[in-house]
C-alpha cells in the first residue's frame, strides 16, 4: 500500500534536490506544450486553454471584480455616478495621468481620472483598487461608435460581502454629501451621431457638462406676483413627496413656457435648475427616430432632474394643433408621435422616476395641439411677456447697479415708454450692457424704446388703412349703385 509517508519519503528535501525537481517539471511542461502546438489545431488549442484557464483559475485567483458601468439596464446606474464623484477625493500618488479642467464660473480647478487610470483606496482594513476603462465599438457597418464606460473594482475575494454591504453604500453616501457641498448642477444633451440609430440603446448618449448658466430668480425681470408664484409652486412640488403617494400621482409637474423669443424662457428654466439644484436633460425631439428610442431615452434620465423640449412647436413630431394645420401630414414619415410623447408624460412611463419636472416651451402657444394643453398635461403654464415697469428695475439694478436709492434721471421717461412699447427683455438687456456708464446705456434704451414706439404705431395706421371695408361700407356702396336695393334694405 502507498501510504502518506511514503509520500513523504519522496520529497525533495534539499535545495538542490527542489531545484532539480522543478526543473525536471518545467521540462515535462515544456514537453505536452510541444506536443500539444503540434498534433491539435490551433483553434481547439485555444478552446482547451480557455477551459482550463476557466476551470482551475477560481481556485488560484484571491481577487474578486466588479465591473460598474455607466448604465444599468435602460437607466444611469447611481453607483457609477456616484463612484466617480467619489474618486475625485481618492486620487493619490499611485495614479499618473489625470484630465482637470476649469470654467470661468468655478473657482477651483476640477479634476477626474482618465482612463485606465488606477486610483486606490482603503475601507476597513480591506484594500481596494479601482480602474476607469472605456470601451469603443462599431455600430453595424456605418462609421457610428457606441460607447461604453466603466469602472473596475477589484479587491481580495474574501471582502466580497464587506465591500457589497458596507464600501459601496458609504461610496454612494459619500458622493451624496459631496455632491452637496459642492451643488453643481449639470446640463444633459445627447450626442448628435445617434440622431437616427435604431439600434442604439438609447442610453449611452446623454453627455453632461456643468451647468454654470448665471441665471437666478433674482436675476430674472419677472413681475414679482409670478416670479413668487413659480418659487412657491417649485418649493410645494419638491415638499409634497407624501402627497403625490397618497393621492395615487407620479411625482412629476409639467410647466409651459410661451412667449416670444428673447423674454426669458430659456432663462427660468435655468433658474428653476439653480434653486432646486435639479440637473438638466435638454432633449431636442428631432435627435429621436422612434417612440421606441424616446422611451429608452428617457427612462435614461435620473430622479431629481428637469426633462426640457424647447420650441415644441417647431419639433418633427407632431404637436400642432391639427385643427389649424393642414400641412401636418408632410411629416408623416417621422415615428416620433404625439402619443409617445404624452404617454410618458402622464401615461405608464409617468411613473419611473421621482421628482421630474417637465418643461416644455414655445413661442406659438395657439399652434399646439390641444391634448397637451389639456389639464393635468401641463401642470402650470406660464406666460412670458414683453418687458414691464417692475422687469426694467430688475435689469437696470443687475447691469447697471441703479435702485430706489440712486434712481436715474432717464427712468421715469423710460418707464413710461415701456409700459406703451413691445421690448423684450432680451432687447433691454442687450442695451444696458453697452456702456458701463449709466447715461450712455439709459440714453442708447430710450432710443431704442421711441424708434420701436414709431414702428409699431406705424403699423397700426398700416393695418388699419389696409382693413376691407365693413358691412356698413358695402351696403352703403350696393345702395349708391342699385338705389332700389338699398332701399328695400
Ligand atoms: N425675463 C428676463 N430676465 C432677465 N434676463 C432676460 C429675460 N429675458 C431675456 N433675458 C436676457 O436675454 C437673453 C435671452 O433670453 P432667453 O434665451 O431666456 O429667451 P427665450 O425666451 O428663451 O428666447 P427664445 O424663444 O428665442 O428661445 C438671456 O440670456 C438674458 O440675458
Ligand atoms: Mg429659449
Redesign the pocket.
Known sequence: MFSLNDLKDQMPTTPSALLSAYASFTAFMMLVRSMANEHIPAPLRSYIYKAINYIFAPFFSVEFTLLIDQYFGMTRNQVYDAAEVYLRTKIGPSTVRLRVGKTPWKKTIGVTIDEDEEVADTFDNVKLRWRFLVETKKLGKSDMTSTKRFFELTFCKKHKDKVLKAYLPFVLAQADAIKAEENVVKLYTRHYWSRSDEDDDGCSEWGSVNLEHP?TFE????DTELKRTIMEDLEMFVRRREFYKKVGKAWKRGYLLY??????????IAAMANYLKFNVYDLELASISSDAVLKRVLLSTTNRSILVI??IDCCRVDVRNRASDSDSDSDSDNQVTLSGLLNFIDGLWSSCGDERIIVF?T?HKDRLDTALLRPGRMDVHIH?SYCTTS?FR??ASNYLGIGDNNRHCRCGEIEGLIESTEV???EV?EELMKSEDADVALQGLVNLLKRKKAESEKKKLLIKNKKPRGRKGITKLLGFIFPAIHSDA
Not at 219 to 222: C, E, F, G, I, V
Not at 259 to 268: A, E, R, Y
Open positions: 441665471s436675476t430674472m425681470a419677472l412667449g416670444p423669443p428673447g423674454t426669458g424662457k430659456s432663462s427660468l424647447e420650441d416651451t413661442n412670458l422687469g430688475i435689469l423684450t427683455p432680451a438687456a
